[in-house]
């Protein structure tokens, strides 16, 4: 029992109970860069605004550096009765500067010093994401040119459908991950405000100039309202949903891969360099990784329930619940962010056998809509034509033929509004005649992957 | 077992079971003004661009308004056999003009028919939100202004920390929920995209005009993949997270609702009207309506984990897990609405005891920082200065007497710093001295709540 | 607005906001079995112990009687501004027995009441929910047993592993069944617990005899604490618990049963009973059932999720918050049990492919494991026979061929301790071979099916 | 890139990226022990059955325990390239004992040993989940014991109800930690089943002797299916469940502590050992403690949701996916038992200020109930007497003065029922007169703590 490095122990007597010093250990070792940086921009403004002696503002930047080079160079080593890394950097600086460090903490508090951290990590994690993301973007932007005309089946309720191509299915995932770099920029956007001056709850009573700090910090805008700046993490949630919702959508292409990579659907080979075999099934080659990341989809969805229900009910302003928010952001982020690097680099890796898929487009009477939309050409109304091909459909899988193999006196029998011209209904056709924006056409799929390009920019 | 009103009878030859009929059966029937505004701006278009003739056109916006108004006269039953809200209404419209109905669904799916029924609905929920939430927000506002000098004590871990005033404690308030208002708005903008045109998965194979649809409909844009517009659910998970955040924003005023009313805090009086009583204990008024509202942030996070966790690891495209989206958005809407509607009633209604407020505001040490302060504006490191007053405030504690309260001599042996003006510092002086930017000064918040309003229009 | 049927007026002056009446509704009117027997038993009890007089007593029992009746018959209009199901019943038994109803409630306060009743419901639920599992495994145990010796593949991460057997993979289900089934009783068990008598939270002044009421309603026992009584939730967040693992049990064979009825897997075709169409895809046949299965696993964990999220931070004893504790187990309840009925319909009504899965069984190298035990089985350590084999299969998969369609030499050429027999190894000596306790050798299964249906009586 | 340590790669000839093996990296390497000790037994077993050699069964044996001591002694080097704790202890194996390391994995899948070691560990968390609450509820009884008769005010809806003792109240809490012990004792049941022998999900075809295994190892019995043992994780869910639902429990007496150490209410002195201060405010002594504990609630509330997600919609048997099992079991673990731990410390050691509690527990017409009680037992209704001491308490509360400083011609005016004697309703009387099982008499308190401790033995 230590009160070494307390920053609060004036009114205390007793010494802390070692379950408490580790029951209410912080999480926030790696931030130390952070810390620093806000910790310079403060004394910097501190001795500008004639709060502490400029002189005093000097010793502690040059101190804080030099601090941050003993970071940087891995020569700091974690003290548990440090509480946390606040306490870490003080102590050190003080060890630097000796007493001018006691004046860094004039006009600041630990927790809008906390605020502060967290919002500058949050948003480089926003900036990491939003980077990962252009460049997967970009990649499935490269391969949906690539297989802009590569038929395969198209699926619903995991049945083949109608026929797609490749390039157009890859696409709806660029979609769905241009939505989630919105999140990531919109999330930035309400995350980059800059919370010091907040004091512990009520403003400092000193005549900060706070737009210096948020300049310095390269922070958009300062906090309105000092209570909330310290109180509240709803930044930490949206990031924890932007983030949950990216590999969500991850989850759902690692199911396709999973899928796609088993001998029922044999669409991909699994690169070496991102599978991993069985200790006891020497013929295994496993989708790991796309596995992973669907189960890490798990992961995040619990990261985001937790910090949703830790902030829920609690009374203005801090609350020492709020420790726990790193806990949150840091697991989101570094679930989130490799995972989307990995598919980065994982996704032009795979080798797609463009034959079968092409061949199974064709399979699974997938040209049932277009031969209805045939009908409705010739003028049946839809519903109509839906019938009569839906009972061509059953006499197909009772004979255990394809649509175009059954004899053509069937679909005349059928309707008379059918002529021999139904059976050039082929794949490519069906994939063609979807020409309208959004539809799979492969000059559209050209289209839409340029046009997604340049909304990266 | 029935076969009626199925879309897709045609290649089954047995009967739905019953227990499928019940298990598959959709919670949609209160969106049927989406569907029938969906279904005439298809119906129009496929008239304009002479996909179905003109005539029939016609005669189905007319038949589907004529349906409509049997909708809104209340004059519909529902029938469990018709599956969902699409089938009745196309089954009603058969009813109003016969054969023509036939050809609504050409150029239509079931799938891309859903997505954009989904869309409108979420965005008419996202601006009722943001609606109520403007009122709320204003609502604040204005009891911030008549509140802006009137003390209370601040508090941190729910102890008195440091006086703040009423109005700036309610601003924080406005802050959160101008931030939440906000996500609604980036919210909508991610859902106001029209799906239709997309088919089943793969796009329509006609000519049709789907920015005309857009444009009748009030879309901002066309989806850019069929695929992604019929597969995905993003924008339900984004829509509940509004809502869950924001939830979890009103939990926490209505913890502090609930803890003011206690015989403890004493600082409000609920009316009547806002507040329910005890079947056993005469003497009980309860903030119910608090309780509730608090409570029901649980239901909105359950609503938010169990949206995503539907979506995890779904191949693309439609699955029939999808249908469930509605019951996570109509919860989410039904429940967070009326919750922001009630709080912009009941705040006005709040009978605050202010002087109840003033006088606590001021107890419980809570000057000890403005008397360190004291110190270091004399010229004492920070760090030191806390220690010293920590030391006064064990004493004031042993005592059992406010820091105020303690002989002068006390001070002086503690620093020599001290002079007899250290007895000056006032709760009042304590609320002009945080006299920047987001702080608690009384100028400062009527600034902020002017800011605030601003913000809203 | 109103005051009618309040039941705790007296010390309310203004009337109820009708946002006020709108916003703490009950969600309680299914509950009025559990009311009215609770009631019944109650006021049994204060007549047989002199509380209330008995003749009182008895006009109270054959008025809640008569009520019970109407509510049989469908015969009750849900009234608004009665708030919940006790002031219905209460206000009822007003109309049938007038003055004497003003007894019932003696001793007695809503907070205990509403713990009776919905302890009365989840028990309720937990026996329909244990018969519904008991029905399924029932039906799982006679498909084991029938197809204890059809083999299919077996699969790790989605590709094919080693042979195993239709009821062998049919049992796995059984056993997490037996395991939800053991939850429940468990939750049963912690639910059955009398509450009556808890007053509002600190016991009842009056003699009651409690064991009584608890003999009556079928309670195991009555609570030891009045204030756990009246403010705690677990038996629901357990109940939430046990629901979403069976669900969750049953999404991963409603991904198989999906998997299996595609064209890539076929292995079973859905009866038209328990599947649907598509209304633009003449062809498709869905699981929707299994689907709507999986996704509402979704569902049940968000219930979970929302229930302990309620609970988290509530001081004791109860708090309005705990209203929505019956949305939470009305919502798993209604979810879970009647995908458990559908399941033990559809199972039986499948129809498997049993040849397609018996070819399949024996392709994709499943059985290289066999292979390597082959060597080990004459002396060569495994981590050493592993590599071998898992060379043949890099071989066999360059010639696109099985493993027994290598040429002997080849294999003698990796180890000099392969003989010609090594060629004798089929899907049928896998099976066999898995001859142990848990394993996949026809015998073990018929036997692992008749040791899973004597542990469900 | 290496290969080295990779027990999985002769149909492997690329090399794995280092995005994969980071990526896909286990975080089991404090597993060590469970794996070791499932090694010894399995390589016993493999020796007393003839299915390797007896003599380099001896070998392992004495080799796996040197690699046990290097580990205790943290002589043991991660080597991120060697995956997981299996291969490490494989490879320090044969570091030991050479060539006859190779022999360990036979009959032996990855997918079974890891089914080991996470039931071995859960199984150890379960035991020390048990400790720990048996020590905190004696802990409990012990407390109430003491204040069997010392009054407070009971709370519903936060506030002044009726009058318990402190005793009670905290018995409360000894019944919700004896449910969760009990759901421990459940969870460790249903998790106490050894799987080894289930191989990769197919059973292991050699002569296992499982039992012995199980024997071994401390098992109560052996899974019944290969396929179940490698697959579920239910074990995993119900662990974190049995910990979210006592951690939640501790949420809601970290609130009540939150509260009670607060100058409102003043019930609670914080001793120094188990509170922490403010690096601003030197007067502010924190619970940190229990707002940490309150905090993490949702962390578990987050790891049970995540586990959840994970499993839901997983086909059989093993995917990668279930290797992110062990984060949910660690975390919960981790967080809950030395939660448990440090309110096994900190209570005893709580001041509480039990003349404020006793006088508050007479304040804010706590004592209406037993008012209206007192009317009832003069022959009104309860309804009746409700409404009559409700409108003694407007009264009352007009007059700002509690319901015994009313004047007595008051009470005559309102019901002629009473008599002088009504004054004499005093806070003991109330406490007394419940005197029912579950009722907070004194007497009953004592009672119920010594059945509590009771059923802990």
Known sequence: MSTEGRTWGGRFEGAMHDLTRDYTAGMDRD??????????????MLGRQGIIPPADADAIVRGLERVRERFRRGEVAWRP??????????VLLREEIGEPAGRLHTARSRNDQVALVNRMAVRAFCDDARAALRDLIAVICDLAEQHAADPMPGYTHVQRAQPITLGHHL????????RDRDRFTDCRRRTNVMPLGSGALAGAPYPLDREMVARELGFDTISRNSIDATADRDFVAEFCFACATTQVHLSRLS???VL????EYGYVRLPDAFATGSSIMPQKKNADVAELARGRAGRLIGELTGILATLKGLPLAYNRDLQEDKTYYLAAGRTLIPTVQIFAAMLPALEFDLPRMREAAGQGYSLATDIADYLVKKGMPFREAHAVVGRLVREAESRRCELNELPFELYRSASSLFEPDVLDITVDAALAARDIPGGTAPARVREAARELRDLLS
Do not use: K, P
């Open 255 to 257: 199911e396709e891969i």
């Open 260 to 263: 796609w990579a088993s001998s």
């Open 81 to 90: 009765e440090l509480e946390d890394i606040h306490t870490h950097v003080e």
């Open 171 to 178: 696409l709806a995932y660029g979609e769905m991950l241009l």
């Open 31 to 44: 931030l130390w860069e952070f810390d620093i940086a806000g910790s310079i921009a403060h004394a910097r």
